[in-house]
């Protein structure tokens, strides 16, 4: 089998395992009871804790375990529910994911209202776009970091810049960029990031979202007093480690990884270029490492997907959160593809595991099925 579909999920690492095995097997004490039995998982918790602050420059205590990308994006969204009546306006743009996408929709029918940003035909979020749609009423602008479909990357600096100047917070979904490409929130001036750790090799279900000391966030999940009260239910210790674990070793490797990632997709895309094959590459120079989106003319991506499929190649059509939605996504909509190359979009996406050969062997069989 070849992987090729890292933007839907990731091998978990080796050192990601070995991390949570303790608290799947013996470690099993609750992080919030006082004897000693519990004092690996209290000390597992702060250490996860450390490591991950450090992977993207924050301070520990401005991390908050959550179970993943969909539930920290939809706390921020749904957190203009408690903002103030006059200001609780939500400026997003219209590429990013349904777990803000649909959150946005759920709170506009509780009145929130929310502007949603055009994107170029490269999927970027102009600054000046934003800075004509930033109003009095604004509470949250909320701009993912890098596109899961088309890889495209966000110029979060000047985006969290302009948003600052104005006095509103900024939120980031992180969940394809973190562990791919290096992130600074404090740098880059981030209110609130959003982080999914089966994207970098990690275990599914467990994931944090950073909020910036001082700025107050209401909670989401009511209960107990874990996560400072802001976020209840026991402590999934195990996932909390493997989480820890894998992104350290991503961060550790990022150039060594990247560069592997840039020449591996390079065979690939000159194999196809060389066949004449008529397509389109989407996004720009400035991707994610690894993401390539292609639209054939004439093609259809759900067949691509089946034929490559039955030579044991995993990709994608559009976004996987919904690959059962054979309609071209609303991200290849908004950067404008042409009908006729559109419904033949495919997504592969490379991860530290593949090689120069999955490339060759994908480009093969893309050409064999295209030509004939
Ligand atoms: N945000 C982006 C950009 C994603 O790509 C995904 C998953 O595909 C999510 C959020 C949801 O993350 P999770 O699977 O951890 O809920």
Known sequence: MIYADNAATTELCPEAYDAMKPYLLHEYGNASQSYSFAKSAKKALKSARETIATCIGASPEEIYFTSGGTESDNWVIKSALFADKKRNRIITSEIEHHAILNSCNSVNMLGIPVTVLPVDNKGYVLPSVLEKAIADDTYLVSI?????????????????????????????????????????????????????????????????????????????????????????????????????????????????????????????VSALKQSNLDFIRNGDEQHLPGNISLSFRGAEGEMLLHRLDLKGICISTGSACNSINTQVSHVIKAIHVPPEYAEGTIRITFGANNTQEDAMQIARELIRILHT
């Open 144 to 268: 993912m970091f890098a596109n899961n479909e088309i890889g495209t990357i966000e110029p979060i600096k000047e985006l969290a810049n302009i948003t600052h100047t104005h006095g509103i917070l900024f939120h980031t979904d992180a969940v394809q960029a973190l562990g791919h490409i290096p992130i600074n929130v404090h740098d880059l001036g981030i209110d609130f990031l959003s982080s999914s750790a089966h994207k970098f090799n990690g275990p599914k279900g467990i994931g944090f979202l950073y909020i910036r000391k001082g700025v107050n966030l209401h909670s989401y999940v009511d209960g107990g007093s874990q996560e400072k009260g802001h976020r209840a239910g026991t402590e999934n210790i195990a996932s909390i480690e493997g989480m820890a674990a894998a992104l350290k070793k991503n961060v550790d490797h990022i150039s060594r990884v990247t560069s592997n990632l840039r020449a591996i997709e390079h065979t690939l």
